[in-house]
């Protein structure tokens, strides 16, 4: 079948795909030819061209940022071939965005793996199907590449705000290991009498101990202002109802406090972020989801 057309239109679209990824013009020149000579090339059948030359475009990328930084090799099992090109359309588009944050840190699997599910709630499955290898070892990859960027560079240290978001976004997806990394060893979380009331905790001590209460929770913890401070809220109804007030001393979280009270409240202001899945289970009298 002949897919010039198709591939004339998405061209602008690839090259610029690339070039945010590769940061070379030329690269991503390159990268798009080599996309449409695969797609001449190939005898199957093609029910979405778009996601098929999207998918391409990344791994030839991908291939190309292997070629440029030397690492040592990574043993991954065989894939099992059940990755689906028309369904990995989005995929790319945030590769790109986001995978220079991490380019010099990262090794090109490390860099994918993190990004996608760390930043944009990817699942293990859809990554290992990217990178030719399996959920568990696509888990892997991020829990490396995740231990490297815990440890920043000199003057890179975490903004508090992107504390909380990393610790709520770990709570979110049973990321254990990250909200350890995330927790001071002294942490504590206690509760106001109005969010008690309500279901939270009055008092949890310990950095395991917290960690063990949030991991897998928060599914509902909407970003938020606290008087200028960076935390998030338990909302019912587009009404606060729970605050999660942060204290993060030196990029880790020293302690968390559930506030209820109406005056604190009213100092709620929502603040820009991912908003993560409503849930059925989302009420006070569990732990804050």
């Known amino acids: 079948m002949d897919h010039t057309g198709a591939f004339t239109a998405e061209r602008p679209r690839l090259v610029g795909l690339a070039t945010r990824m590769l940061g070379d013009r030329s690269e991503a020149e390159d990268i ?14 093609i029910d979405n061209v778009p996601a098929w030359l999207t998918t391409v475009t990344v791994r030839l990328c991908l291939d190309r ?7 040592p ?3 991954v099992d065989q894939p099992d071939g059940s990755g689906d090109p028309a369904e990995q ?18 090794s090109p699997s490390e860099r994918v793996a993190f990004v996608l599910h760390d930043s944009f709630g990817f699942e293990f499955p859809l990554i290992a199907s990217m ?11 991020a829990s490396r590449a995740r231990a490297k960027v815990g440890q920043p560079a000199p003057g890179d240290r975490l903004a508090d ?18 909200l350890l990394e995330l927790l001071a060893p002294d942490v504590v979380v206690v509760g106001d009498t109005a969010a008690v009331a309500l279901g939270t905790p009055s008092l949890i001590e310990g950095r395991t101990e917290v960690a063990t209460f949030f991991n897998g929770a928060a599914a509902s913890a909407l970003p938020v202002f606290i008087g200028g401070r960076a935390g998030a809220a338990w ?18 979280v020293r302690r968390i406090e559930f506030r209820a009270d109406q005056a604190v409240l009213t100092l709620v202001q929502r603040r820009r972020g991912a ?11 569990r732990r804050p989801e």
Request: net charge negative; aromatic share 8%; hydrophobic share 55%.
């Open 32 to 45: 798009a030819q080599l996309a449409w000579l695969r797609l001449a090339g190939t005898d199957a059948a």
């Open 65 to 71: 940022l292997k070629a440029r930084i030397p690492v």
């Open 73 to 75: 090799a990574e043993p």
């Open 89 to 106: 359309a989005v995929l790319a588009d945030m590769v790109a965005a986001a995978l220079h944050v991490v380019l010099d840190r990262l």
């Open 131 to 141: 990178l030719d290898t399996t959920p568990v070892a696509a888990r892997k990859l």
């Open 161 to 178: 705000w992107e504390v909380v978001d990393a610790f709520l976004a770990a709570a979110r997806t049973g990321e254990f290991e990250r």
């Open 235 to 252: 909302f019912d109804r587009g009404t606060a109802r729970v605050v999660f007030d942060f204290v993060v001393e030196l990029g880790r």
């Open 275 to 285: 908003e993560p899945r409503a849930s059925h289970r989302d009420r006070p009298d």
